[in-house]
């Protein structure tokens, strides 16, 4: 997909040009930004059409004490990455004060005489070394292009390589205390795809990996994070091209799984008077004899799944759901392979209003788990 700026209308007239700014006056789409006397600095008003947004060719992020130093941690240093002319990356650390950017160095500079970067954004990786993707109009009749600087184990040495369609890229490391499992994760919008769609740094970026979220042209990725609950946040705005107003989404990744893969143990969970959002349980064992219960009392839920999957023989679950109002509920119980099961599934009352997902497999000796959940309030998926 081509993409081109709009030009400056010849003439356009603003009250505000002739006299004082007046209460309830307010510039709403692109064109009210062209004006003979005013002009906008740090911000944009082509990135996003029918706005004014940052210009995106400033980017933060927290990362180690200093450049290839993770002796402190991932998270130890705010960083400063951004280029004053579209060609050179520059980067800068936070001072002890949190008032001055120190540190500052010449990352790269682009040198293929091809057109300047109109957004980027940086991360750091487990080593301490920056990495940054950039947006480029490299592409056929001008089309946007996602390019990324990072270290290659295979040359080995700092690479910047273009990895074809794609724009508003945004980086993060997803696991920043667990570097031995962690990536940096790239997110843009893929057109070509017609989705949000992310490269991660253990396949060298090569791999294009698509999300559920749909996109067109008006779609833009504008941040990634990661939460306190260890989810990763993708934000992205959505323009309605009749209004030129904007909405915000969001695409959340789900919890990690609980594994447990002991024999002979007692796990007993307990949670009471909460108000979740957002909640997934989910439990995998594997023991011989197993005698489950879960009971869910005063719960609100909204849009729930809960699945039962025993494998092993001789089981007899009991599953009770009380006082709930139920919406939008999935209860799959697939039970493969036991002979003479008496599983028992009750729902009276129920209201369920986020998602629950109970999925157990059984297959370790002894273990007798169990879960209670009481006087909950799930909000939101």
């Known amino acids: 997909m081509n993409w081109s700026q709009i030009p400056p209308p010849s003439a356009v007239s603003w009250p505000a040009d002739q006299a004082p700014f007046r209460k309830n006056e307010s510039r709403q789409l692109q064109l009210d930004f062209y004006t003979l006397s005013h002009s906008v600095e740090g911000a944009s008003i082509l990135r996003r059409p029918d706005a004014i947004s940052l210009d995106y060719l400033t980017a933060h992020t927290l990362g180690p004490i200093a ?39 010449l990352l790269f500079e682009i040198t293929d005489g091809g057109p300047p970067i109109v957004e980027l954004d940086v991360a750091f990786e487990q080593n301490g070394q920056p990495v940054v993707c950039l947006e480029r109009p490299t592409g056929t009749g001008g089309a946007p292009e996602v390019w990324i600087w990072f270290f290659d184990p295979t040359v080995p040495g700092m690479v910047l390589r273009n990895f074809g369609p794609g724009r ?24 070509h795809l017609g989705k949000i769609a992310y490269r991660q740094q253990r396949d060298r970026y090569v791999v294009e990996y698509e999300t559920p979220v749909a996109a067109d042209e008006n779609t833009f990725v504008e941040d990634v994070a990661k939460a306190v609950d260890r989810r990763l946040h993708v934000i992205y705005s959505i323009r309605d091209p009749e209004t030129g107003r904007y909405s915000l989404g969001r695409l959340v990744t789900t919890l990690f799984p609980y594994v447990l893969e002991t ?12 108000v979740l959002r957002e909640a997934i349980l989910s439990q995998m ?41 139920l919406r939008d509920a999935i209860i799959d119980y697939p039970a493969r392979a036991p002979e003479g099961l008496e599983p028992l599934h009750s729902v009276i009352g129920a209201v369920l209003v986020v998602e629950i997902t109970i999925d157990r497999m059984a297959a370790v000796e002894a273990v007798e788990p169990t879960h209670s959940v009481q006087s909950i309030s799930l909000v939101a998926v």
Do not use: C, Q
């Open 285 to 325: 064992l594997r023991p011989e004899g197993l005698e489950p219960a879960h009971s869910i009392s005063g719960i609100a839920l909204f849009e729930p799944i809960i699945i039962y999957f025993p494998a092993p023989e001789g089981i007899e679950p009991a599953h009770l759901v009380s006082l709930i109002n």
């Open 168 to 191: 508003t890229p945004r980086a993060l490391l997803d696991r920043p205390m667990e570097v031995a499992d962690s990536d940096v994760l790239v997110f843009y919008v893929a057109d």
């Open 67 to 105: 450049v290839a130093d993770p002796s402190r941690g991932l998270v130890a240093r705010v960083w400063k990455a951004w280029t004053p002319d579209g060609f050179a990356v520059w980067l800068a650390g936070a001072n002890g004060a949190g008032d001055a950017w120190t540190d500052e160095r």
């Open 263 to 274: 024999e002979a143990i007692e796990p007993k969970h307990s949670i009471s008077a909460l």
